[in-house]
């Protein structure tokens, strides 16, 4: 069984930065592709950020609209993955949910989600 616990969300002023993390209690976290998705009051959640396997090592994708100001990184030993947020805009508002995804067997997890609100 997999839990995912986000923290690190709350009030920000725009061109200000967050760090969100998450963090993976389970077995065989290097197995998943984590990542980042935000869902906005009356919008469909979508894809932030998604850190994939590669032949050599884990490379990152993002959504067009966080491109150039979002990082994902994981920590293996930490069981952790995070997203570094800059140049945060008011329509970054929204909750963040944390994303475990195994590609062998599609199995998927979901934390409860962190509100990010970005305003004056």
């Known amino acids: 069984q997999v839990q995912l616990v986000e923290s690190g969300g709350g009030w920000v002023q725009p061109g200000g930065s967050l760090r969100l993390s998450c963090a993976f209690s389970?077995?065989?976290?290097?197995?998943?592709?984590m990542g980042w998705y935000r869902q906005a009051p009356g919008k469909q959640r979508e894809s932030v950020a998604n850190?994939?396997?590669?032949?050599?090592?884990?490379?990152?994708e993002y959504g067009d609209p966080v491109k150039g100001r979002f990082t994902i990184s994981r920590d293996d030993a930490k069981n952790t993955v995070y997203l570094q947020m800059n140049s945060l805009k008011p329509e970054d508002t929204a909750v963040y949910y944390c994303?475990?995804?195994?590609?062998?067997?599609?199995?998927?997890?979901w934390g409860q989600g962190t509100q990010v609100t970005v305003s004056s």
């Open positions: 994303n475990a995804f195994r590609p062998s067997d599609r199995r998927q997890f």
């Open positions: 389970g077995s065989l976290f290097s197995t998943y592709t």
């Open positions: 850190m994939k396997r590669g032949v050599y090592s884990y490379y990152a």
